[in-house]
């Protein structure tokens, strides 16, 4: 696994029937190997990630991780499993950005793959800790499921990245959510789709002369793809946290969910929506509605989200923002680059929509 379309090969080993000790020595006899021949490459020390795939996936996570960008992990572990595998077999991979000018520095970033089977699983800790660098904070992906083995490697890792809206049933990917919440900083990628919304609705509401309309809020209704309750259940746990609502939960009403939320004015009509036409994950659109008849409407659409909004006396206007969505690859990189910051809006946000559900 490359780290970017334009990373270079800078060093390779493999070996069939080896151990964490021989991997880890490989790993510095060849970091030492391209120090000596170029010593203007050094070591990129930010943060280790640990992926446990299965291991007919690992062209398909490769594919993914290759499209973040700068956001690449200094050094990835990647755990391919594979059910019935007796031996382990490990490649390491030394790969540095492109050419540099002289007197420039380049950062080199390591890839270390490690195919393993059931019969590893016990060992599952002592195998990855050597392969994690010391005092750089871990992020732990575990994009195929596997939540009994990911548990077990949170105690090598500070934060864990999921998408709350793979998981099939809403009420069990927030209860996980708030359990991993408990134990590392979590990064949902489920989360990261709603941030161009939550952007567009606190900036259509900072003029001050507009902040006050926020408390007389009335309803709020987010349409969404079939697939993806969780992210608009965020969405509206993100309202419901920063404006102090009190959450009820939500009752199935044909294709939608429907609700009320307790404000400190007024209740507020909550409408979780499903959109069959929206042909890919995420939000189709979301409309709030206040006391004096102000209405904010935002919609996905080509080339960015399509604002209309209505004021008071009627006056409407509509605008498009541009560049809203970052698709797959960007959420995913902006996922990595989370785990080295701390986003306090999100666990308060994920204990509201956990309350949205019966």
């Not at 009335?218 to 102090?244: C, E, F, I, K, N």
């Not at 069959?276 to 206040?290: F, H």
């Amino acid at each position: 696994m490359s780290a970017t379309p334009e990373a270079r090969s800078d060093a390779v080993w493999s070996a069939q029937g080896t151990t964490p000790d021989a991997i880890e020595a490989a790993l510095r006899q060849l970091l030492i190997e391209v120090h000596s021949e170029h010593d203007n490459y050094v070591p990129a020390r930010v943060l280790n990630m640990i992926a446990f795939v299965d291991r007919e996936w690992t062209g398909e996570i490769a594919n993914r991780l290759r499209g973040v960008g700068r956001y690449h992990a200094s050094r990835l572990v990647v755990l391919a499993y594979e059910p019935r595998r007796e031996r382990l077999d490990a490649r390491v991979m030394i790969t540095s950005e492109g050419e540099t000018e002289p007197g420039e520095l380049a950062l080199l970033h390591e890839t270390v793959v490690v195919e393993l089977g059931d019969r590893h699983l016990d060992d599952l800790l002592t195998i990855a800790d050597p392969l994690v660098v010391t005092d750089l904070p871990t992020l732990l992906w575990a994009p195929h499921g596997h939540h009994e083995i990911a548990a077990e490697l949170l105690a090598l890792s500070q934060a864990v990245l999921v998408d709350s809206v793979e998981e099939p049933i809403a009420h069990e990917a927030l209860d996980r959510a708030c359990s991993l919440a408990s134990q590392a900083y979590v990064v949902d990628l489920a989360w990261l789709r709603t941030t161009p919304w939550r952007e567009r609705v606190a900036a259509s509401f900072d003029p001050p002369s507009l902040r006050r309309e926020l408390q007389t809020i009335t309803s709020a209704t987010v349409r969404h793809h079939p697939a993806s309750t969780v992210a608009a259940m965020l969405l509206s746990g993100w309202l419901a946290s920063r404006l102090q609502w009190r959450a009820s939960p939500l009752v199935a009403h044909g294709d939608a969910l429907v609700g009320r939320a307790h404000g400190s004015r007024q209740d507020v009509s909550l409408r979780l929506e499903a959109a069959p036409e929206l042909l890919v994950p995420g939000l189709e659109s979301l409309t709030l509605e206040t006391a004096s008849g102000r209405t904010l409407r935002l919609a996905r659409g080509r080339g960015g989200l399509h604002a209309h909004s209505r004021d008071a006396r009627g006056q409407e206007h509509e605008w498009t923002i541009p560049g809203a969505s970052r698709g797959e690859r960007g959420v995913l990189g902006e996922g990595i680059r989370q785990a080295l910051l701390r986003d306090p809006t999100y666990v308060p946000a994920l204990k509201a929509a956990r309350a949205m559900v019966a």
